[in-house]
């Protein structure tokens, strides 16, 4: 039973643009977010997280919209830049999280 | 580098081996987690140890043996694999209590089962 789903396994945007990731999940009790970040060869790193009591969370070029009501999350980085080229994964849950299958962002110069 | 090491980083055996994937967290914290990775699945979580004990097991083959000796180290053996199991296996280590789960992940180990 697949909670939390990414359903474009890959975009490709062109460096300057907005890149936007998104990812749906089926619990309602998740309350925690996150997006992590994957280059080959490497495990994924943490990138931005939302607790279920916001909507909205930036870091920088980065920026997570939390829609509960949607069950919706999705992932803005603006401006896109060739190293952001990566599979990105979202996670969600409580104590313990699951992952989606990730979107592979590529990102042309 | 996260903080996390994981050995091998690649592995071909056959259905009749038995070896061991290694986990190292050098950050402190007191959970660890195994999860499989197979080509375009989610991650699939295995195991969860908190402070050495496991908490959980999600209905893993018993070919998948987990060991967890101390907060630090995390080992899974594997014996009469199939070739179903090849994958990326990536290890996790967070801290209860800290940054709520926020997990930080190995290089992982490619396995081939032929």
């Known amino acids: 039973d697949q909670q939390v789903k990414q359903n474009s396994p890959s975009l490709s945007v062109q460096e300057g643009r907005i890149s936007i990731l998104n990812c749906d999940y089926t619990?309602?009790?998740?309350?925690?977010f996150l997006w992590y970040k994957k280059y080959p060869a490497e495990g994924p790193t943490f990138l931005i997280s939302?607790?279920?009591?916001?909507d909205k969370n930036e870091d920088g070029r980065f920026t997570v919209f939390l829609n509960k009501s949607a069950k919706h999350l999705s992932l803005h980085i603006v401006p896109s830049q060739p190293g952001d080229s990566a599979v990105y994964f979202c996670a969600a849950g409580g104590n313990d999280m699951r992952f989606g299958a990730g979107t592979r962002l590529t990102v042309k110069p | 580098e996260t903080g996390v090491t994981q050995t091998p980083r690649h592995l071909v055996m056959g259905m009749t081996n038995k070896k061991s994937l290694k986990c190292e967290q050098h950050?402190?914290?007191?959970?660890m987690y195994w999860y499989k990775q197979s080509a375009k699945k989610p991650l699939e979580l295995m195991f969860v140890y908190n402070f050495k004990e496991q908490t959980e097991n999600n209905s893993v083959p018993s070919r998948f043996s987990p060991e967890c000796p101390n907060s630090s180290h995390l080992f899974l053996h594997l014996h009469t694999l199939q070739p179903e199991d090849s994958a990326l296996y990536l290890c996790a280590s967070s801290q209860e209590g800290g940054q709520k789960n926020i997990q930080y992940f190995g290089a992982g180990t490619r396995l081939s089962v032929l």
């Open positions: 619990n309602s009790m998740f309350d925690y």
């Open positions: 950050l402190g914290h007191n959970a």
């Open positions: 939302i607790s279920s009591i916001k």
